[in-house]
Structures are given as structure tokens and as C-alpha cells.
């Protein structure tokens, strides 16, 4: 898949409108040098790199606009995504997956995010809800579910959040009552990407008693009896992908669905928001490369006063500080990628701060590309306001900026 066909889909030029990759003398393509995102990288991980930068500024830059204005869910692209291996990055090959590691993960995921930061986000979301069928699940459950995922015939969602579990996720009330062959759900999830269009939920439940032992994963399918969705809700990014409440009203699940052990769910739902809270801090990582280049453009060519705005060494200052924060954000999660494959005791605390560090700092990489285009950053016909808006939800999903800040601590104060 993603290896096999990495020299051909390169063969495709990357569309160089938005500038993210710019042409060398001896007719390669080379990128911005001090905000290079291939350095350090090995020859295979350019090839991932470049194709996911091609696919990203050929099938979805161009579209990004209309998919965040007319809220379209874009699944014939995310289809052609898959083809290249990018529906299981990180999944096992012998179900569907590309066999990737978490840094090859992250590489990939931060160059389409240049292309559409929150079609991208739930692409990371998807693959984080394969791995853990595909890490925890049996070899029956492995086989059935994970090559549609992997294909993306079929999307997934993962349902952990409720409208009164946010942060203290252990409290979690959607109960799974045992009767016979199957559970009983009742219950609701909230803010769920995904939800109604997904085929496959991943739902953290309470088979026991109260805190997080007494929580189980199951994997519900859709049009499944006493599953339901809510409105489609109104927000101010991530417009790509629907957002809905998920609703279980005696949804009978059959028991040979429970990944994992019974009390297993936290420890599942844990792993798997490590991984995906590198996948979220790389996909601010795209939207902050893409608002820099973005940025430079527009001051070459933009005249103030009689000359460029790129001759202001106000603006040339905020412009270092920018591409300083980026690369200082892409070293952190590069790091705790490599930690977090290694399995390593430092790999959580690590995960917490690339998220913290990267989803706050790109941010406001965005918001200063926005500014520095003034009137014309706040116009939905300049990209630089998407990046904007679709970036700041990264600093509260995947356990909130203020959650990280207490893992980190927690993690220093038990040296």
C-alpha cells in the first residue's frame, strides 16, 4: 500500500499555489530550509512525507474551503487517502494496515493537515480507533473489523466523553448491563467526530462498579437497535467532519464485540489517547507550517508605506519567532512519537507535553499568521482564518491543555 506505491504517487507533482514546496535550481523540489520538515528524517520517511504533502495540496487544499463552508463530510477523498495506506497508518499488515511507526504516523499526519487541518484531524481520530481493535482485539475481532477500517469502507469513532464526563473521563455513567450473549447500553456520549456517519463506534462503558476498573470497550455498529445520534452540532472549526451526541437507549451489543478484558476499557481508552495526542499536535503542526509559508508569501508581496511588508523588522521578528515555535513544537512530538513506540516510562509525560507545548504554540502561530495578514486574514477567501479556527479545538480534545499540565506534574512530582 503506502510503501508500494510511494514512487509513483510522487511522479504527481505537488500543486505549488500555496507555496509549501518551492522549486530548486536543479529542478528538484526542495522546502523552506529552516522550517524543513523532512530534516532529520530517513529516505523512506521523505517518501511517506512527499506523498502526503502531494496528496494533501492535490486533493485537499483546493477543497478545504468548500468543505468547511457547506460542513461536507468528504469521504471519496478520504477513500483515495486510504489507498495509499492512510486509513491504518500505524495498524498490523496482515489485516489492512500500512505498519507504520508512531514518527512515520506523525510525518504523515502533519503534511496532510497542510492540505485540511480538520479532515485530517478525524482521519487521526479514525486510525487511533483501528489501533485499538487492532491492538487489543482478538484475532476473530482484528479480521472483521479492521480491513473496512483500513480501506475506509467503513469510518469509525471513538466515544469516551459524555455531557458530564469530560476531563475525569473515569466517571464515565453509560452502563453495559450482561444479559446472556449480549450487553445492554444506555447511555450517551457528546461531542463525538463522526458520529452519525461513522459505521463503527468504539464505546467506553461501565460493565462494574464505580471509578475505572468497573470500565469496558465494546465496538457498536451502526443500525445497530437503540443507537441514535443528535443534532449535528454548529462549530467554530472542524467543520469537515459532524459532530453529534451518540445515544444508547437498550442498544443490545453482542458480547463477542467487548475488546479486551472486562475492566479494561480505561487502560484502553489511556493508550490509545497517548498515540492520539501525538496524532492531534501533529495535525496543528501542518496548519502552523501551512499559516507560516502563507505568512511569507503574503509580506513579500503586500505593500505598506510604500514598500513590502516583509521590509518591516517588527514583522521579520514575529516571522523568526513563528518558524522557531514550529520547529521547536515538531522536535517535542517527534520525540515522544519515538519515545511512545519504544514504550518507554517517560512515553506518557512526554505525549502530554508535545500536546500541550505544540496544540498551544501552533496555535498561536496561526492567530499571529492572521494578524500579519490583517484585514485580509479575517476574510473567508484567505486560508490563514481555517487554520485558525480548526486549530484551536486542539487544545482542549484529547485531554484538555489543563489535563496535560496535571499528567506532567503528576509524572514529576512521583520521581
Same mark, same amino acid.
Given at each position: 500500500?503506502?510503501?508500494?506505491?510511494c514512487?509513483?504517487?510522487?511522479?504527481r507533482?505537488c500543486?505549488?499555489? /500555496?507555496?509549501?514546496w518551492?522549486?530548486?535550481?536543479?529542478?528538484? /523540489?526542495?522546502?523552506?530550509s529552516?522550517?524543513d520538515p523532512?530534516?532529520?528524517?530517513n529516505e523512506?520517511?521523505k517518501e511517506f512525507?512527499r506523498?502526503a504533502?502531494?496528496?494533501?495540496?492535490?486533493?485537499m487544499m483546493?477543497n478545504?474551503?468548500?468543505?468547511?463552508?457547506?460542513?461536507l463530510?468528504?469521504?471519496?477523498?478520504m477513500?483515495?487517502?486510504?489507498r495509499?495506506g492512510?486509513?491504518?497508518?500505524?495498524? /498490523?499488515?496482515d489485516?489492512?494496515?500500512s505498519g507504520l511507526?508512531r514518527?512515520?504516523t506523525?510525518v504523515?499526519?502533519?503534511?496532510?493537515?497542510?492540505?485540511c487541518?480538520s479532515?485530517?484531524?478525524?482521519?487521526?481520530?479514525?486510525?487511533?480507533?483501528v489501533?485499538?481493535?487492532?491492538a487489543?482485539?482478538?484475532?476473530?475481532?482484528?479480521h /472483521?473489523?479492521?480491513?473496512?477500517?483500513?480501506?475506509?469502507?467503513?469510518?469509525?469513532?471513538y466515544?469516551?466523553?459524555?455531557?458530564?464526563?469530560g476531563s475525569d473521563a473515569?466517571?464515565?455513567?453509560?452502563?453495559a448491563?450482561r444479559?446472556?450473549?449480549?450487553?445492554?447500553?444506555?447511555?450517551s456520549?457528546?461531542?463525538?467526530s463522526?458520529?452519525?456517519?461513522?459505521?463503527i463506534?468504539v464505546v467506553?462503558?461501565?460493565?462494574?462498579g464505580p471509578?475505572?476498573k468497573?470500565?469496558?470497550?465494546?465496538?457498536?455498529?451502526?443500525?445497530?437497535p437503540?443507537?441514535?445520534?443528535?443534532?449535528k452540532?454548529?462549530k467554530?472549526?472542524?467543520?469537515?467532519?459532524?459532530?453529534?451526541?451518540?445515544?444508547?437507549?437498550?442498544c443490545a451489543?453482542?458480547v463477542?464485540?467487548?475488546?479486551?478484558?472486562?475492566?479494561q476499557?480505561f487502560?484502553i481508552?489511556l493508550?490509545g489517547?497517548?498515540?492520539?495526542r501525538i496524532?492531534?499536535?501533529?495535525?496543528s503542526?501542518?496548519?502552523a507550517?501551512a499559516?507560516?509559508?502563507?505568512?511569507r508569501?503574503?509580506?513579500?508581496?503586500?505593500?505598506?508605506?510604500?514598500e513590502?511588508?516583509?521590509n518591516?523588522?517588527y514583522?521579520q521578528?514575529?516571522?523568526?519567532?513563528?518558524?522557531?515555535?514550529l520547529?521547536?513544537?515538531?522536535?517535542?512530538?517527534?520525540?515522544a512519537a519515538?519515545?511512545?513506540?519504544?514504550?518507554r516510562?517517560d512515553a506518557v509525560?512526554l505525549?502530554?507535553m508535545a500536546?500541550l507545548f505544540a496544540?498551544?504554540?501552533?496555535?498561536?502561530?496561526?492567530?499571529?499568521a492572521?494578524?500579519?495578514?490583517g484585514?485580509y486574514?479575517?476574510?473567508?477567501?484567505?486560508?490563514?482564518q481555517?487554520?485558525v479556527?480548526?486549530?484551536?479545538?486542539?487544545?482542549?480534545?484529547?485531554g484538555?491543555?489543563?489535563?496535560?499540565?496535571?499528567?506532567?506534574s503528576k509524572?514529576?512530582?512521583q520521581?
Open positions: 500500500m503506502l510503501r508500494g506505491c514512487h509513483r504517487v510522487w511522479t507533482l500543486d505549488l499555489r /500555496r507555496g509549501l518551492a522549486p530548486a535550481k536543479n529542478g528538484r /523540489r526542495s522546502v523552506v529552516c522550517i523532512s530534516t532529520g528524517l523512506e520517511q512525507q506523498v504533502f502531494s496528496f494533501a495540496a492535490q486533493e483546493p478545504m474551503a468548500e468543505w468547511d463552508q457547506k460542513e463530510f468528504p469521504v471519496d477523498m477513500r483515495k487517502a486510504a495509499l492512510f486509513g491504518g497508518v500505524y495498524v /498490523r499488515t489485516v489492512g494496515g511507526s514518527l512515520d506523525s504523515i499526519f502533519e503534511a496532510l493537515a497542510t492540505g487541518t479532515t485530517t484531524a478525524y482521519m487521526s481520530i479514525h486510525n487511533m480507533c489501533w485499538i481493535i487492532d487489543f482485539g482478538n484475532e476473530e475481532q482484528r /472483521r473489523f479492521c480491513p473496512p477500517l483500513c480501506t475506509m469502507e467503513k469510518f469509525a469513532s466515544c469516551l466523553t459524555e455531557p458530564g464526563s473515569a466517571s464515565l455513567l453509560t452502563s448491563e444479559q446472556g450473549d449480549h450487553y445492554i447500553l444506555n447511555g456520549k457528546a461531542f463525538i463522526g458520529g452519525g456517519e461513522a459505521d463506534y467506553m462503558c461501565r460493565t462494574g471509578g475505572h468497573g470500565i469496558s470497550c465494546v465496538v457498536v455498529e451502526k443500525g445497530t437503540g443507537l441514535s445520534f443528535g443534532k452540532e454548529k467554530v472549526g472542524w467543520n469537515s467532519q459532524p459532530t453529534r451526541a451518540v445515544i444508547f437507549e437498550d451489543v453482542p463477542a464485540n467487548r475488546i479486551g478484558d472486562e475492566g476499557g487502560l481508552a493508550r489517547l497517548n498515540g492520539g496524532n492531534v499536535a501533529s495535525c503542526l501542518g496548519a507550517h499559516s507560516i509559508i502563507l505568512t508569501d503574503h509580506l513579500k508581496v503586500r505593500k505598506q508605506f510604500g513590502p511588508l516583509a518591516n523588522q514583522l521578528f514575529k516571522l523568526a519567532d513563528m518558524a522557531t515555535k520547529v521547536a513544537s515538531r522536535l517535542m512530538i517527534r520525540s519515538v519515545a511512545l513506540q519504544e514504550e516510562e509525560a505525549c502530554s500536546k496544540t498551544d504554540e501552533c496555535f498561536e502561530i496561526c492567530n499571529q492572521l494578524q500579519m495578514h484585514g486574514g479575517y476574510l473567508k477567501d484567505y486560508a490563514v481555517q487554520y479556527r480548526d486549530s484551536r479545538v486542539h487544545q482542549i480534545l484529547e484538555s491543555n489543563e489535563v496535560m499540565r496535571m499528567l506532567i509524572s514529576l512530582l520521581e
